[in-house]
């Protein structure tokens, strides 16, 4: 048990330094708040929560993680090398393909509840 919390104390701690030092997972954090915000305004059925709900862990988890392939890179490849450049674009296209998944899906939930 005391692992398990040792382990949740180190994700909240890199969740935290990635909110400190990325510009990107502070306006993903943003998003999350003000989409939960209109989920509670517009009263979303269990099934829109659900949809909503996946997409946004989606987004957040792939920026932790290209957030963490860019610290990696940055401490064995401080030098430019194209490796470096493929992993870096790499992450960042998960991150582009999360984020565009999650704006179609909110369309999509939104949608309905927007238009008159
Ligand atoms: N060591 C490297 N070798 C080759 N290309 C690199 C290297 N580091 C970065 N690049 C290229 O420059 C781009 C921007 O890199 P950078 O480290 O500024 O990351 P970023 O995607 O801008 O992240 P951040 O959100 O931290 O600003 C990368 O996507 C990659 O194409």
Known sequence: MIRFLRSVAYAWSGF????GTQANMRIHVAFVVAVNAA???FGLSAMEWAAIIIV???VLAAELLNTAVEHVVDLVSPQKHPLAKAA?????AAVL???ATAVAV???????????
């Open 88 to 92: 870096k674009d790499t992450a960042a």
């Open 106 to 116: 909110g369309l999509i939930v939104f949608g309905p509840h927007l238009l008159p």
């Open 97 to 99: 393909f999360a984020a």
């Open 39 to 41: 989920g509670l305004l």
């Open 16 to 19: 935290r330094s990635a909110v």
């Open 56 to 58: 946004q862990g989606m």
